[in-house]
């Protein structure tokens, strides 16, 4: 007979342990509380648009270790038309102008170079540095699984960017900036205001762009929930069983080992192994009621930053709107929306260039800002209907001076909140890719395991600072990597 596997959780990295554990011979069942597979990579149906709240970029749309996990979980198939956008961000500032972004690095120097000439031997190495960056591969195996050779064959290919490592990897984008030395005021400003935020990692903003450059961290066309579903039906197609609507409690624990877990509804269900895939605070701290923690869990759980949550403004507009540009960062800081004081300016998407958002002739357009989560805890009721509201409204204002009369073509406005997320997720304070990368955690990930606690696996976003839906899924095939190797199984890819 073959092992049961239970996974708690259907969210990218629950339906790619699925779809690895069912590769690999074992009777596997997902339970996910939300109505929906993909959990925060999801998307919704009003009135004729499709608002979607996750994919803006993938890594591993072209290759190395995340690509095969996109190929073999379903999410990349042939049919998968993949947008480079040629322009990554164009950020306006009322006082400085505008501020493009280019994707290809070797365009956006030329452009940094005719804006600060004086700064052009800095330019050239931050782009350079960008460049070097592409050498960095994240490793294919669990650190538990990995051999000499696999350190070595990585070890030899970043040998030409070992220097970055070194000299960056615990820097801030600050730090970074001030060590280039640039002198041009205009592109200071940008830079610190687009990624001078909050200790943000130097080698995160240098390995983005240069994934950009590389063309390999492109958009899928039809955008979030599309691509949960592919996961999903790919993990049914295998022999898996997805249970939606079920929320698990408790993971039952026996001697040490976990045996099962017990769903809301009161019913128990026994398994071989456990994977929790579900939120990483949750899991430890409710469903194992915190009895099962390393120093290293304590630390992250206590000191590291996390990023914060956003609030989503989707517009449904009965007129086509093309600006050229999807993703616009507007820099009004001190601006407000609701109660929110906007501290790293709002986004403002236009998703055009996916034209399964809208009917013919209509337009998706969305708002973006990051909202602390301590505004929103303790919001409820009436008063919470009335903070959404005023969103609403200080939103359409915000779009009306963009689009002067767009109001009259609004047809639907929908809001999502913080709290929308953490209903539908569970998503520990609305931090929707968990810790953020900063100088003193990024080269450190959280182990898939728990002491004392046997048959029990941890995957998903809140191992790695940053997140993401790669980590996400490799964390996923990593925990059915774990559980081969208890049980003397070559594992399958
Ligand atoms: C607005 C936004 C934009 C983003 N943009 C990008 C992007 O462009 N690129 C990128 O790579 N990443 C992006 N991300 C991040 C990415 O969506 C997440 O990091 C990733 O989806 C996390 O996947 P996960 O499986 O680890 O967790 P989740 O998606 O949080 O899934 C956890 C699942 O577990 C379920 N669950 C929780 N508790 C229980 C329980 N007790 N019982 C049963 N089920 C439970 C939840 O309902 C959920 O389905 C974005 C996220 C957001 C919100």
């Given at each position: 007979m073959n092992k049961k596997v239970v996974i708690i959780g259907g969210g990218v990295s629950g339906l790619s342990a699925g779809i690895y554990c069912q590769l690999n011979g074992f009777d596997t069942e997902i339970f996910e509380m939300n109505n929906l597979p993909g959990g925060q990579c999801t998307a919704w149906d009003r009135k004729g648009y499709r608002f979607d709240y996750c994919l803006h970029w993938l890594v591993g749309t072209a290759s190395?270790?995340?690509?095969?996990?996109?190929?073999?979980?379903?999410?990349?198939?042939?049919?998968?038309?993949?947008?480079?956008?040629?322009?990554?961000?164009?950020?306006?500032?009322?006082?400085?102008?505008?501020?493009?972004?280019?994707?290809?690095?070797?365009r956006w120097e030329k452009y940094l170079i005719e804006m600060a000439p004086e700064d052009s031997v800095a330019i050239k190495k931050m782009c350079s540095d960008m460049q070097k960056t592409s050498r960095l591969q994240p490793f294919a195996n669990p650190a538990e699984l990995r051999s000499v050779s696999d350190y070595l064959t990585s070890f030899l290919k970043i040998i030409p960017t070992l220097s970055i490592l070194i000299k960056y990897g615990k820097k801030t984008c600050n730090e970074y900036f001030?060590?280039?030395?640039?002198?041009?005021?205009?592109?200071?400003?940008?830079?610190?205001?687009?990624?001078?935020?909050?200790?943000?990692?130097?080698?995160?903003?240098?390995?983005?762009?240069?994934?950009?450059?590389?063309?390999n961290a492109g958009y899928l066309l039809g955008g979030s929930l599309p691509l949960s579903i592919r996961m999903a039906e790919k993990f049914k197609s295998l022999g898996g069983t997805l249970y939606l609507v079920k929320k698990v409690d408790k993971i039952i624990v026996n001697n040490g080992i976990a045996k099962g877990v017990l769903l809301h509804d009161g019913e128990i269900i026994d398994a071989d192994y456990v994977i929790s895939a579900a939120d990483g605070y949750a899991t430890i701290f409710k469903m194992l009621e915190g009895k099962y923690q390393?120093?290293?869990?304590?630390?992250?759980?206590?000191?590291?930053?996390?990023?914060?949550?956003?609030?989503?403004?989707?517009?449904?507009?009965?007129?086509?709107?093309?600006?050229?540009?999807?993703?616009?960062?507007?820099?009004?800081?001190g601006l407000r929306i609701g109660k929110t004081v906007l501290k790293n300016g709002y986004s403002l998407m236009n998703y055009s260039f996916d034209a399964t958002m809208a009917p013919k002739g209509k337009t998706v357009l969305v708002i973006r800002f990051e909202s602390p989560w301590s505004l929103w805890e303790d919001l409820i009721g009436e008063d919470y209907k009335a903070e959404k509201r005023q969103i609403e409204n200080d939103a359409l204002a915000l779009l009306e001076e963009k689009y002067p009369g767009v109001s009259a073509f609004v047809e639907k406005i929908d809001v999502a909140t913080p709290k929308t997320t953490v209903r539908y997720t569970g998503v520990w304070k609305g931090a929707y890719e968990g810790f953020l990368p900063s100088s003193t955690n990024i080269s450190k990930t959280i182990k898939m395991t728990l002491p004392g606690l046997d048959n029990f696996y941890m995957c998903g976003q809140w191992l790695f600072p940053g997140g993401g839906l790669p980590p996400a899924a490799q964390s996923g095939k990593w925990a059915a990597q774990l559980i081969c190797k208890k049980e003397r199984k070559e594992f399958v890819e």
């Open positions: 190395g270790p995340f690509h095969s996990i996109w190929k073999t979980t379903g999410v990349l198939n042939e049919n998968i038309k993949v947008i480079n956008q040629a322009i990554h961000t164009k950020i306006v500032d009322e006082k400085e102008g505008e501020f493009i972004i280019y994707s290809d690095i070797i001030k060590g280039l030395k640039l002198t041009n005021k205009r592109l200071i400003f940008f830079l610190q205001s687009i990624f001078g935020e909050n200790d943000f990692s130097a080698l995160v903003f240098l390995m983005m762009l240069g994934w950009f450059h590389q063309k390393s120093e290293q869990i304590k630390t992250a759980y206590s000191t590291w930053p996390l990023f914060t949550p956003i609030v989503q403004v989707s517009f449904g507009i009965d007129k086509e709107i093309n600006s050229g540009v999807a993703n616009q960062t507007i820099l009004s800081n």
